[in-house]
């Protein structure tokens, strides 16, 4: 999911569809939150190579990597994809 070396991670969880949908969830805890900027432009990197694969293989799963939710709270950094992140957005708000 991230090219950041894991030298620089102190723990985190990431769980995605087994029947190959777009869905994903991570949460990354970084050692350092300096390195959040990596992060989460790795994180990018990673949704943008998954709109492509879905670009070609499944067009209608594509709509939910471009509507992928990035976040950062100091050291944590969580991704989510989902048909729901709209309802994500509204909580955090």
């Given at each position: 999911?991230?090219?950041?070396?894991?030298?620089?991670?102190?723990?985190?969880?990431?769980?995605?569809a087994?029947n190959g949908?777009a869905?994903?969830?991570?949460?990354?805890?970084?050692?350092?939150?300096s390195?959040?900027?990596?992060?989460?432009?790795s994180?990018?990197?990673?949704i943008?190579?998954?709109?492509?694969?879905?670009?070609?293989?499944?067009?209608?799963?594509?709509?939910m990597?471009?509507k992928?939710?990035v976040?950062?709270?100091g050291?944590?950094?969580a991704?989510i994809?989902s048909s729901?992140?709209?309802?994500?957005?509204?909580?955090?708000?």
């Amino acid at each position: 999911m991230s090219d950041l070396s894991y030298d620089l991670v102190d723990s985190y969880f990431y769980a995605y569809a087994a029947n190959g949908t777009a869905e994903e969830i991570a949460v990354i805890k970084l050692k350092d939150k300096s390195d959040a900027s990596s992060m989460m432009q790795s994180i990018h990197d990673h949704i943008e190579t998954r709109q492509g694969t879905f670009q070609e293989y499944d067009p209608e799963q594509a709509v939910m990597t471009e509507k992928a939710v990035v976040t950062r709270e100091g050291n944590y950094i969580a991704l989510i994809i989902s048909s729901k992140t709209d309802l994500f957005k509204s909580i955090r708000k």
